[in-house]
């Protein structure tokens, strides 16, 4: 252990702790700006470069970033002398001269790791504010808006881009005053292999990188007089959506959040759960239909079956490992699959062409909104989700509708797309689809009932965690992935013939879709994460249902609509094909 | 060739020694007398200088020529022709040396060599007209021990530049080359060689004089599976060649040292990260790579003995910040060269993420002498924390340009007026700029300070890597400033914000202020703005870039507020605050000026004096060099 | 920037005979840039995505690497490259003056090529020939003590000459 002195406080803390840990535990909050460390996961970003977290150390002869230097025995450390405040506020005043200060319409605002920065050291004028900008390029991709002129250069995204994710879609280009965080070639994102995870935009400190808005569109279609506009809610909304609105992190707010969409006037309401059952119902059917060829002796059958409903995970292995496409499930994902039902079993039930239908999907994630638009998900250039919003522009919305929040009623979702179960529920999470599938096939396979529903071997957070399920004598290996960093690990096993399992769970985020690049963001907390984890586990022991293949509407609607999983008429809605998308 | 051993090395070197013997009296003994072959020498050496900046003046063909010259003469067999590297007067190159009587012949052209070969090397006189004029006497001077740029030097790293042949192994072993890396293989530990290195007082000549003794013995302590030695050849100092030109004229030195320092700490492996902007010390270097592992001195079992050692060469590629330790390694890694924090330091976690030991090409080559002559000869050399010699590359406007070395102590005054001759042209001294981007100005009154580590630093500028640009009273020293913040803004990598962004807007000040819209208030910012840079910046580049500023404020803060308040420059050098005119008195009404003005700025009739319209004029000064009667006047 | 262009084949199989030289390891990538350069005059995008695919490590931190460095470009050069040096010896000798008149003669901007493709213009910082300051390269010729007078003699001696 060591002792040190941090402004007033004597610290003891274990050696390789940094000042701004140290800090901490005494309650000094110093500022960062670049350094992010969401602790249990691989994101963690330390360039030590944006120098607002100095501070001064007696003998030493500059100032020091908290964020990474290491305490040492006796070391004596002021972290609001006269001269660190007048440096930090000098360090703060640069920035500013190098951005392009339009708080009030920008997306971050309110939300903005530098406003508030600026707004704790006080800086009330911009000396150097007439200088030059470097300037840099603008994209909107269906997924993501970069405004690089925002950008502090914290390189959060490059990290989380190449060594979180091991995309490498964006990296640093360029030198000195104009270097800049660019896709190769300074091209847009929709020219690289972006998978569009999003995990860029989830740490961004400022409004540099933000997801693509849609709010426009829903208002003009929410108000066309035609059209009839169903949500969908993706599992893990629900967890985060009261953030927003201050309640604490892991708060459920379903019923409220049903009952602002109805208020905002969505015509029906229905869970993205309900989608989910249905992929347990398909994938099931499908990891089972492999089992089986491979107990029976069939060397072609592909294994493991991966699954397939994260669309950044999908971006990844179209672009990186083309020709591992079988391996994959090719189950569409809850959401979409909920597109293709609504827009068909729905529309004929109730009797509404599917133009007229406005499927919004409402979800953690950004990759959703580039999949709704991929071409295979549409019927004569009507897709199935029309567009797909995320937490955040929901909050957005719901806070622009003249909706108070806090004391709304509870709603139920609307039926019949609008049951779900436990199983459902915990796809938010990384090892939620494994579980829920787990349950299916565990009951299909043996034939028994489940002796205790709950697979904890698949929970958690770390990044790689494998589990072997006894279903009957045969020993089932599986593997629960989160973040694609991790993926590619399996992926590179896989391609040298090195990996045994039989099913592999795969999700872009870390932690799963509670971490999705649409929630509201964590700014670097990984209590948030685990509140909403927390909050997810809790929702699936409430349940009444909490097997897939127990949802009734489910049932019903293979009974009077798709038959049997992996039918014909099942394969055509909700199932698709994967291409190979590699950069040549 | 055969791999040498302990003992063999030992003969080589005493036959190499013979051969070397004339070279070496030449250079103790005074010999007034001219030799010639017609005048009893029995052989006779033609050295030639080979550095890049004799080359640029067609020194290659200058010994081409020669060498036929003496094959014509058909006295091959008694005379040789040898090229090394700078003799340091580069100022006065291309040089020719003639052995035995050391006869310096300065800006030689490759039409004089029939001449030398005819008058000096056959007829032993010498060609007068090519020997160096002393400014002060105006008499010529034959030897070069008798010249004031060489009397109060000592050549210690620079031992060997000019004066062996430095593609030739044998010459470098004649002079004790690999006696040191042999010795401590064969009869010390390890630690006696790092407590040789501490004891000597030798300290990082890159620039910012960290003792190499503390450095080894920290990467001795760690325990890995490889180590390295890098040694630092990135000389990214603009107006600096000290390193390139240890390379080019010894490279053996550097590679020695190198083999020393791996011993010393426990490394198999070096690696010397060059600027690619330097291909002759790139080529001199991989002959000496070769040569060296041909005779087995470096590569597997040197010696014969059960230590090996092995040196790659790796690219820089124009980027200044690689010369930072940390950035050189990511670049050896072939990563962008960004610099990061220390702690970890590269002694624990370097290239490839191994225990890298990192040296500058002078204090390398300054290893194998040290062992040789032993720590308590390097050790009284210098002052009390500065020890040995420091070389610097002095330009600007002086007399005597070139690469000089002078122990520690010596004054700037002894540098600039003795050793350099003085300023150009007769103008007046102002200002000597040490330490390059990083350093600072120092002024008249500092020039009796003795020069080391400490006594720079204290007056405001830095040893830094050994430029040492001479600056006289047509020197704008805003100008100068900004010359430097232009360096750093674009040699910045950009990772941290106050270098990234606070030097653009130091540059930015600096600019308005010579474009003559600078504010009082300016001033504060300047000073203010400097500071911060260098107490918050990530590394060396941003905690030093703002020292020209600062330096140039403390010293000479009239020419600051003149420039903001009167919108003056003293110098005229800044173009925005300059006008000009025609003097009536003067003019002949040539109209010359008028003809060459792009800016049909001057009007008047033929024979009548002309007049300029200050509103027109763009102040490209073509009126002024093309008045033939000095009428236009500038101020 | 210049148009991409697909590369020849067997620029195609050099480059990746390059890579191979260097074992496709990415902490080679300097070199190879280097050999790469030297072979064909610049970098075209094309290049460097096969460089990438070699190494196996994205384009963006090829591209990020090329950018970094002042030595690699991926515009071609002119046939006459001229370097004025702006290392402070030359520059406290005028070689500004020299900068502003061989740009005037040319009609270029540092970091351009004349149109007939002759010279290109680009700075660099001490070619270590401080003594002839101020100090200008055109090709691999170095010319020193020059005189803003000298300039438009010696680029029509250089462009004469082919
Ligand atoms: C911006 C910057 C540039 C540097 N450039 C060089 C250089 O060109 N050559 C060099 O030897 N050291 C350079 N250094 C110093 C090195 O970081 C390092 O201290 C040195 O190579 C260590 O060797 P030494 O202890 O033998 O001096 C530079 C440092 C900084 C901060
Ligand atoms: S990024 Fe932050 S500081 Fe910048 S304009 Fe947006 S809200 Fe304001
Ligand atoms: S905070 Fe200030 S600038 Fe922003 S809207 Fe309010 S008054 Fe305007
Ligand atoms: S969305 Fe994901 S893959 Fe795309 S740039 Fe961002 S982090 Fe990289
Ligand atoms: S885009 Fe955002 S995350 Fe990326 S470097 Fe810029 S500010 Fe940081
Ligand atoms: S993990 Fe969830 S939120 Fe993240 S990309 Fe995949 S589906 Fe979207
Ligand atoms: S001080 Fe300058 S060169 Fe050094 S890391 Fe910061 S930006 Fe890069
Ligand atoms: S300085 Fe130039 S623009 Fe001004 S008068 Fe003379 S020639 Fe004309
Ligand atoms: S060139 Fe000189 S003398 Fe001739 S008109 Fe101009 S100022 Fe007068
Ligand atoms: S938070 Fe420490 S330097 Fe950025
Ligand atoms: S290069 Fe010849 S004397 Fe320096
Ligand atoms: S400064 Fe120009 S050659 Fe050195």
């Not at chain 2, 902007?277 to 590569?299: D, F, M, T």
């Not at chain 2, 150009?424 to 700029?433: I, L, M, P």
């Not at chain 2, 805003?478 to 807007?505: H, M, Q, W």
């Not at chain 2, 010359?592 to 007049?611: F, M, S, T």
Request: net charge neutral.
């Amino acid at each position: 252990m060591i002792t040190l002195t941090i402004d007033r406080h004597v610290v003891v803390v274990p050696a390789n702790t940094t000042i701004l840990e140290a800090a901490k535990t005494v309650n000094v909050e110093i500022p960062t700006l670049c350094h992010i460390d969401l602790e249990g996961t691989c994101v963690k970003s330390n360039p030590a470069s944006c120098r607002l977290c100095v501070v001064e150390v007696d003998g030493r002869h500059n100032l020091v970033p908290a964020c990474a230097t290491q305490c040492r025995q006796g070391m004596v450390v002021h972290t609001s002398s006269p001269r660190v405040l007048r440096a930090r506020k000098t360090v703060a005043e640069l920035i500013l001269s190098d951005h392009p200060n339009d708080c009030l319409t920008c997306p971050k605002c309110s939300d903005c790791e530098l406003q508030r920065l600026v707004r704790r050291l006080n800086c009330r004028v911009m000396p150097y504010n007439d200088g030059e900008h470097a300037h840099r390029k603008t994209e909107i991709t269906p997924a993501i808006k970069r405004d690089m002129d925002k950008c502090i250069y914290c390189r959060r995204c490059e990290s989380v881009c190449n060594e979180v994710q091991t995309v490498g879609a964006l990296g640093a280009v360029g030198r000195g005053f104009t270097t800049t965080i660019a896709p190769s070639f300074n091209k847009m994102l929709n020219e690289t292999n972006c998978t569009y995870c999003g995990q860029c935009v989830a740490v961004c400190p400022v409004g540099a990188l933000t997801e693509r808005d849609y709010a426009e569109e829903l208002i003009a279609d929410i108000t066309h007089p035609d059209k009839i506009v169903i949500a969908q809610t993706a599992p893990a909304v629900r967890y985060a959506l009261g953030e927003e609105f201050n309640f604490k992190p892991g708060t459920s707010v379903t019923g409220k959040m049903v009952t602002a969409l109805k208020d905002m006037g969505f015509d029906y309401v229905f869970d993205t759960d309900f989608g989910a059952d249905m992929t347990i119902m398909e994938e099931g059917a499908e990891i089972l239909d492999r089992l089986q060829k491979f107990i029976a002796g069939d060397k072609n059958v592909k294994l493991p079956i991966m699954t397939s409903c994260c669309p950044a995970w999908v971006n990844f292995y179209e672009h990186d490992y083309p020709d591992l496409l079988d391996y994959p499930s090719t189950a569409k994902s809850p959401a979409q699959m909920f597109g293709a039902v609504a827009k068909t079993y729905w529309a004929e039930k109730m009797g509404i062409p599917r133009e007229k239908i406005v499927v919004v999907s409402i979800m953690p994630c950004l990759a959703k909104k580039y999949e709704c638009n991929r071409d295979e998900f549409k019927v004569n250039g009507n897709p199935d989700v029309d567009y797909s919003i995320s937490t955040r522009e929901l909050a957005a919305l719901i806070r622009r509708s003249n909706i108070n929040f806090d004391s709304l009623p509870d709603s139920d979702f609307d039926k019949p797309l609008g049951e779900s179960t436990g199983a459902g529920a915990i796809f938010g999470i990384t090892g939620g689809v494994m579980e829920a599938a787990l349950r299916t096939v565990y009951e299909k396979f043996t034939g028994n009932t489940l002796p205790r529903i709950e697979f904890d071997q698949v929970r958690g957070l770390d990044g790689i965690r494998e589990a072997t399920i006894d279903l009957n004598g045969f020993e089932l290996r599986v593997c629960v992935v989160n973040t694609l960093g991790n993926a590619r690990i399996i992926m590179d096993k896989l391609r040298k013939g090195e990996l045994n399992y039989h099913v592999v769970e795969v999700m872009a985020c870390p932690g799963g879709c509670i971490g999705g690049a649409g929630q509201p963001y964590h700014h670097g907390n990984i209590e948030t994460l685990k509140a909403r984890q927390r909050a997810v586990y809790a929702e699936d022991a409430g349940k009444r249902l909490r097997k897939s293949h127990e949802n009734p509407d489910i049932q019903k609607l293979y009974k009077e609509f798709l038959g049997a999983p992996l039918s014909e008429k099942a394969h055509h809605l909700l199932h698709t094909s994967f291409y190979d998308k590699s950069i040549k | 060739m055969k791999p040498l051993n302990f003992e063999s090395l030992k003969k080589l070197r005493q036959k190499a020694q013979a051969a070397l013997n004339v070279r070496e009296l030449s250079h103790t003994a005074v010999s007034e007398k001219c030799c010639g072959l017609e005048t009893g020498s029995d052989h006779i050496q033609i050295l030639c200088c080979g550095g890049t900046g004799c080359k640029a003046s067609q020194s290659k063909k200058i010994v081409e020529n020669l060498q036929e010259c003496v094959k014509a003469h058909g006295i091959a067999d008694k005379v040789d022709v040898i090229t090394t590297g700078c003799f340091g007067f580069c100022e006065k190159g291309p040089i020719v040396n003639i052995i035995p009587d050391n006869t310096f012949y300065t800006q030689v052209k490759p039409e004089d060599a029939e001449e030398i070969v005819k008058e000096h090397v056959i007829g032993g006189h010498r060609v007068e007209r090519l020997l160096y004029v002393d400014p002060k006497t105006e008499h010529t001077v034959s030897d070069s021990k008798h010249m004031d740029f060489y009397r109060k030097q000592m050549r210690i790293a620079l031992r060997n530049c000019g004066f062996i042949d430095p593609e030739n192994i044998n010459e470098y072993i004649a002079r004790d080359g690999y006696a040191g890396l042999a010795d401590v293989i064969k009869n010390q530990t390890p630690e006696q060689v790092i407590e040789t290195v501490t004891k000597s007082g030798l300290r990082g000549r890159g620039g910012a004089g960290f003792p190499a003794g503390k450095k080894w013995e920290h990467g001795r302590a760690v325990q890995a599976e490889h180590k390295y030695v890098v040694c630092n050849a990135d000389e990214g100092d603009p107006g600096a060649f000290m390193d390139r030109s240890i390379m080019e004229g010894d490279p053996h030195s550097v590679l020695e040292a190198m083999a020393i320092c791996g011993y010393a700490i426990g490394a198999n492996h070096g690696l010397i990260y060059i600027r690619a902007e330097y291909p002759l010390a790139v080529s001199r270097l991989r002959v000496a790579i070769k040569q060296a592992n041909e005779l087995g001195l470096l590569g597997n079992n040197i010696l014969g003995s059960d230590f090996s050692f092995d040196i790659d060469i790796r690219y820089g590629a124009g980027a200044f910040v690689c010369g930072e330790a940390t950035a050189l390694v990511h670049s050896m890694e072939g990563k962008r060269g960004e610099p990061r924090m220390k702690p970890p330091h590269l002694t624990d976690h370097g290239y490839m993420g191994y225990p890298t030991n990192v040296n500058n090409v002078e204090t390398l080559a300054n290893v194998p002498i040290i062992i040789t002559k032993g720590a308590d000869w390097f050790a009284s050399i210098g002052t009390e924390k500065s020890k040995g010699t420091k070389v610097f590359a002095l330009a600007g406007k002086i007399n005597n340009v070139g690469l000089i070395e002078v122990p520690m102590g010596t004054t700037l005054r002894e540098i600039i007026y003795e050793i350099g001759g003085g300023v150009k042209d007769g103008k007046k001294f102002k200002a000597v700029q040490t330490g390059g981007p990083s350093g600072g100005c120092l002024t008249e009154k500092h020039l009796d300070i003795p020069i080391d580590y400490e006594s720079l630093e204290a007056a405001g500028s830095m040893m830094g890597s050994g430029g040492m640009i001479v600056m006289d009273e047509d020197d704008c020293m805003v100008s100068v400033a900004k010359f430097y913040l232009d360096f750093t803004v674009n040699e910045s990598c950009g990772k941290c914000t106050p270098c990234r962004i606070g030097n653009k807007r130091l540059l930015e000040i600096l600019t308005r202020i010579t474009e003559g819209k600078g504010t009082p208030q300016d001033l504060e910012t300047l000073k203010r703005l400097s500071e911060v840079i260098k107490e918050t910046s990530l590394c060396g580049l941003g905690q030093s870039s703002p020292n020209p500023v600062l330096s140039t404020l403390n010293n000479f803060y009239d020419e600051y507020v003149e420039h903001v308040k009167q919108h003056k420059c003293r110098a005229k050098q800044c173009k925005a605050l300059l006008t000009y005119a025609v003097r009536p008195d003067k003019c002949k009404g040539c109209g010359a000026c008028k003809r060459g003005c792009p800016a049909d700025a001057i009007i008047g009739d033929v024979r009548k004096p002309h007049v300029i319209d200050p509103s027109k004029c763009i102040r490209c000064g073509m009126c002024k060099s093309h008045c033939r009667f000095d009428a236009i006047q500038v101020f | 920037m210049a148009k991409e262009m697909k590369l020849a084949c067997n620029v195609v199989e050099q480059v990746e005979a390059i890579c191979d030289k260097f074992g496709n390891k990415p902490n080679e990538l300097i070199n190879i840039l280097h050999e790469a350069q030297n072979m064909h005059g610049y970098l075209p995008e094309e290049m460097q995505r096969i460089i990438a695919r070699k190494l196996g490590i994205p384009a963006s931190k090829v591209y990020g690497v090329v950018t970094f460095y002042s030595f690699f470009t991926m515009t071609p050069k002119g046939k006459h490259p001229i370097s004025v040096c702006l290392g402070t010896a030359c520059y406290v000798r005028g070689s500004e003056k020299l900068l502003e008149e061989i740009k005037r003669v040319l009609g270029i901007d540092v970091g351009q090529t004349t149109p007939d493709g002759n010279f290109s213009l680009d700075c660099l910082r001490c070619v270590g020939a401080c003594g002839l300051a101020p100090v200008v390269t055109i090709g691999e010729k170095v010319y020193g003590r020059l005189q803003a007078k000298d300039i438009k003699k010696i680029l029509d001696e250089v462009a004469a000459a082919d």
